[in-house]
Structures are given as C-alpha cells and as structure tokens.
C-alpha cells in the first residue's frame, strides 16, 4: 500500500475502546474544519466537518469537537475498531481565495492503529 | 455513482524528464484540485481548476501546471523533474455548492517515483 507518512504521530488503542485524535490549526479565521481519513492505498475519505458557529457535531461513531479559543479540533471514535486503522487529518477552510474559490489546508495527519 | 478516478496509478521517470497526470472527477462536479502528498510535507495544495480555468493555486514551481477539459475532467504536468518531485499526487473533485461548504472527494491517486 501507499506510505503516507513516515513520521506521523501514532496512536494505538485497543479495539472497542475509544480514541481520541487531535489536530491544531492555524488561521484564526478559518470557519470550516473537516476531518479525512487515509487507509493504505487510498485517497483521503471525509468523515465529519463542522462550521466555525459550532463546538461539537457528531456522527455515527464520530463526535467532532471545536475549541476556538485554543485553535484546537479533536476526533472522537467510539468503540474502535480494526477497519479504523488509517491515517487521519483535519483540514481547515483558509477562506475566501478569490474567484469563488476556496482553499484547504491540511494538517500532518496522526496514524491511528487499532489493537484486536 | 463512480468516484474520482486517477491514471496512472503508478509512474517512474528520470530527472529531467515531465509527467502528464490525468484525473476524472464524479460525474457532475466541475470543480477539480490537485494536491501532492510527501512524507515530509503531508498533504500541499497545488492548484484548484473549474470550468476550463484555474481559480486557485499554491506555492509551487512554474514546473507545476494543469489544466482542464470541457468534461470536467483534469491533467497535471510536471516539467524537467527533480527527485523531490516523488510523491503521491491526489485529484480531488467537489461539486459546486453555495455558501462556504467544501467538501472534496479524492481519488486513489497517483504514485510518482523520479530517479
């Protein structure tokens, strides 16, 4: 498969436990956060996004939490499991780029393996 | 509804030489981005296509171009390679929407190997 990251932060769990992924972000002004995961050999997948105007939005098994005042973004799965081994990045909206364009930015990623 | 589909899926070349990419993008989305993706620098925004013409771009060389066709669907060009050029290039597609949102579906991308 694809090595996407030689030196990412790694997070292991034990299956069925949950897990916690962290990400912060740069720009003050972004509004839009989501959150990609990578498995070997694939683009990233979206999982979850959230809008600036909210701290928390959950998914299934997802709960995306947003904490402005730090620039700080969390990735909460419940209840892991071996098919959530991947790589994981959030990427935030840099805003307005002109022409009706708007741009992505993407952190370093954290690789999450799950422990059966 | 088929993904976001990327050729080749695998390319080695020698310095100096150029790379065409071709990416084609879920039916219907007209806006296409292009990102390289690197051990050392995750994932870099390279240029961002709608409707034949080029609305964003990052921080690359002159050596990085793209363009894209009527169908929507996109090539990257990399001009007299270098070494640092090997990475896993991903086209992303997104359908247009109002308002700020910005989802972005990738392909399988693209793995260059310059030697």
């Known amino acids: 498969g694809e090595s996407v990251g030689l030196h990412l932060p790694t997070l292991s769990v034990q299956e069925g436990d949950n897990s916690i992924i962290n990400c912060a972000y740069s720009?003050?002004?972004?509004?839009?956060f989501i959150w990609y995961k990578q498995e070997s050999g694939k683009g990233p997948q979206f999982i979850i996004d959230i809008r600036s105007n909210m701290d928390k939005r959950q998914g299934q098994r997802v709960t995306v939490l947003l904490n402005k005042t730090v620039k700080h973004l969390s990735l909460q799965i419940a209840a892991t499991q071996p098919g959530d081994s991947a790589v994981y990045f959030c990427a935030e909206n840099m805003g307005y780029s002109g022409a009706g364009s708007y741009q992505l930015t993407f952190g370093k990623g954290t690789k999450l393996s799950v422990i059966p | 509804k088929a993904g976001v589909t990327q050729t080749p899926r695998y390319l080695i070349k020698t310095r100096g030489q150029q790379v065409t990419l071709s990416c084609s993008p879920i039916?219907?989305?007209?806006?296409v981005s292009w990102y390289q993706q690197t051990p050392g620098q995750g994932l870099q925004f390279l240029f961002e296509y709608f409707s034949e013409t080029q609305r964003n771009k990052g921080n690359f060389p002159g050596r990085f171009s793209g363009r894209q066709f009527s169908n929507s669907r996109s090539e990257m060009n990399v001009s007299t390679l270098e070494l640092g050029d090997s990475a896993l290039y991903l086209c992303?597609?997104?359908?247009?929407?109002?308002?700020?949102?910005?989802?972005?579906?990738f392909g399988p991308g693209t793995r260059l190997t310059v030697t």
């Open positions: 720009n003050s002004a972004s509004d839009y």
């Open positions: 992303a597609s997104s359908l247009e929407a109002s308002g700020r949102r910005y989802e972005q579906y």
């Open positions: 039916s219907g989305h007209r806006s």
